[in-house]
């Protein structure tokens, strides 16, 4: 079974600065979706960015972007010139490609606090 | 994306008593639906999903007969808890799959008193 793991419970980032949450996963397969999701006070899940596993380069939105190392299972993301409306938790997940139902398996999430 | 409506927000309602909470895809044909439990200050747990049509698939601990979906068509999907206990009170959140990412409803907080 697939795994996600995020080991940072709390980050804190002043505002403008940059900061880089960290994931890692576990699987078999070869074929995957990753993506980090912000889920606000409102509890809305916002996607943040995707990436595809047969992609070598790394997805980028905006501010956000990520560090996809496949051989090393880690998919950290780095938001810069953070804004105190990037305060939320992030949560790190993984979707089979073809596979286990397409259900999307989260990490336990970070909690990012911005400083002003 | 697609646009999930969940329904209600919030609800409390009595501990025994049985409480249903619907789940629409309101632009985009939904042949699977997730259910996702989330306590406080905790990560989105998979309930089951739930197929167009079939029977829902539960996750390994969550209890089908307390817990059950129904996916009638390809718009609404419905979770009834049942005999509801203050232990069930939680966040809940359905998804829809869609082609790469889930689509999310904007969950349901159940209290039970």
């Known amino acids: 079974a697939q795994t996600v793991t995020q080991s940072q419970p709390e980050m804190s980032v002043q505002e403008a600065e940059t900061v880089t949450l960290s994931c890692t996963y576990d699987?078999?397969?070869?074929?995957?979706?990753l993506f980090w999701y912000k889920q606000p006070p409102s509890r809305q899940m916002i996607l943040v960015i995707r990436?595809?596993?047969?992609?070598?380069q790394n997805a980028t939105e905006n501010r956000f972007s990520v560090n996809f190392q496949k051989a090393a299972k880690s998919f950290s993301l780095k938001i810069s010139d953070s804004q105190l409306g990037d305060a939320a938790m992030y949560f790190c997940?993984?979707?089979?490609?073809?596979?286990?139902?397409?259900?999307?398996?989260f990490g336990a999430g970070t909690r990012l606090f911005v400083k002003a | 994306g697609a646009v999930v409506s969940q329904h209600p927000s919030w609800v409390i309602c009595k501990s025994g008593t049985s409480v249903k909470i619907e789940c629409r895809s309101l632009?985009?044909?939904?042949?699977?639906m997730f259910w996702y439990r989330q306590f406080p200050k905790q990560s989105l747990m998979l309930m089951a999903t739930?197929?167009?049509?079939?029977?829902?698939?539960?996750e390994q601990g969550v209890e089908k007969d307390k817990f059950l979906i129904n996916h009638a068509s390809l718009t609404l999907s419905t979770l009834t808890v049942t005999s509801a206990h203050p232990e069930d009170s939680s966040f809940y959140i359905c998804?829809?799959?869609?082609?790469?990412?889930?689509?999310f409803g904007q969950g349901t907080r159940l209290t039970v008193v």
């Open positions: 632009d985009f044909q939904a042949t699977t």
């Open positions: 739930s197929n167009e049509g079939s029977k829902a698939t539960y």
């Open positions: 699987t078999s397969e070869s074929d995957y979706y």
């Open positions: 998804s829809v799959k869609g082609n790469t990412e889930a689509f």
């Open positions: 990436q595809e596993a047969y992609k070598q």
């Open positions: 997940a993984y979707r089979s490609f073809n596979t286990g139902g397409f259900k999307t398996i």
